[in-house]
């Protein structure tokens, strides 16, 4: 299904009129004003390994923006309005360009059965596609996979994500001996995060980062990430 999405991506592209998803001006699906208004910025997750469930091993990750009113905007145009150039766009202009973290292999958080039969792609493959394509590593398609049924992650509380994902995924025995860096869409408590490492680590791999296209930023909590934390060469975004 990955395979057939890209290969359709660009006709579908053709097809959606183009406006910035995110201030709906045109000519492109994300205009430079807006990508220049974001910063790729530092966090940091935990997840559990399995059977350590007393050991929460820290994880960094790297969010190229943070999940205001805008960018929800734009991730509604990409996710469900299948604006796949948004997530390009994103990638393209704001990540680094080289790797923050010494990996080998690529992959993404798959997507609840319900929001794959409802859109027909994984988001977070078609980001992870093209942050390997930007750090010339490779990408393994459908790397993880449920073992049973979740709900989706957006309707839940903190504490329900926790318990949703507990020991809900898979990870293909490949990635063993490899170290992986696991992309997402959005990180919010980071549990989709926690349960993609865990199964990474249970396939005898190490989960060494993640990268996603927005944190969402907690309100009544204090800030995940400190001040100070934003990393240096990111804070003027390049465009093109
Ligand atoms: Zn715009």
Same mark, same amino acid.
């Given at each position: 299904?990955? $395979?057939?999405?890209? $290969? $359709?991506?660009?006709? =579908?592209?053709?097809?959606?009129?183009?406006?910035?998803?995110?201030?709906?001006?045109?000519?492109?699906?994300?205009?430079?004003?807006?990508?220049?208004?974001?910063?790729?910025?530092?966090?940091?997750?935990?997840?559990?390994?399995?059977?350590?469930?007393?050991?929460?091993?820290?994880?960094?990750? =790297?969010?190229?923006?943070?999940?205001?009113?805008?960018?929800?905007?734009?991730?509604?145009?990409?996710?469900?309005?299948?604006?796949?150039?948004?997530?390009? !766009?994103?990638?393209?202009?704001?990540?680094?360009?080289?790797?923050?973290?010494?990996?080998?292999?690529?992959?993404?958080?798959?997507?609840?059965?319900?929001? $794959?039969?409802?859109?027909?792609?994984?988001?977070?493959?078609?980001?992870?596609?093209?942050?390997?394509?930007?750090?010339?590593?490779?990408?393994?398609?459908?790397?993880?996979?449920?073992?049973?049924?979740?709900?989706?992650?957006?309707?839940?509380?903190?504490?329900?994500?926790?318990?949703?994902?507990?020991?809900?995924?898979?990870?293909?025995?490949?990635?063993?001996?490899?170290?992986?860096?696991?992309?997402?869409?959005?990180?919010?408590?980071?549990?989709?995060?926690?349960?993609?490492?865990?199964?990474?680590?249970?396939?005898?791999?190490?989960?060494?980062?993640?990268?996603?296209?927005?944190?969402?930023?907690?309100?009544?909590?204090? !800030?995940?990430?400190?001040?100070?934390?934003?990393?240096?060469?990111?804070? !003027?975004?390049?465009?093109?």
């Amino acid at each position: 299904m990955a $395979f057939a999405m890209s $290969f $359709f991506e660009p006709l =579908l592209d053709l097809l959606l009129p183009s406006a910035c998803a995110e201030c709906s001006l045109p000519p492109t699906v994300y205009c430079r004003n807006c990508l220049s208004r974001h910063e790729a910025h530092l966090v940091e997750r935990s997840y559990f390994v399995s059977g350590q469930l007393a050991v929460a091993k820290k994880l960094p990750g =790297l969010a190229l923006s943070v999940l205001d009113d805008s960018v929800s905007r734009a991730m509604t145009a990409f996710k469900e309005k299948n604006q796949f150039a948004v997530a390009r !766009s994103m990638v393209d202009a704001l990540l680094p360009d080289e790797s923050l973290w010494p990996v080998d292999l690529v992959v993404a958080a798959p997507s609840a059965r319900a929001n $794959f039969k409802k859109r027909g792609f994984v988001p977070a493959e078609l980001i992870a596609e093209r942050v390997a394509k930007r750090w010339d590593l490779p990408h393994l398609r459908s790397a993880l996979t449920l073992v049973r049924r979740v709900e989706d992650q957006a309707s839940l509380t903190v504490e329900q994500r926790q318990q949703n994902l507990v020991e809900a995924m898979r990870a293909n025995p490949r990635v063993a001996g490899k170290r992986v860096l696991l992309v997402d869409d959005i990180v919010t408590t980071g549990s989709t995060i926690a349960e993609v490492a865990r199964a990474v680590a249970a396939a005898a791999a190490e989960p060494v980062a993640f990268v996603v296209l927005a944190e969402t930023l907690r309100r009544h909590a204090p !800030s995940p990430h400190p001040a100070g934390f934003q990393v240096g060469p990111m804070a !003027s975004p390049k465009i093109d």
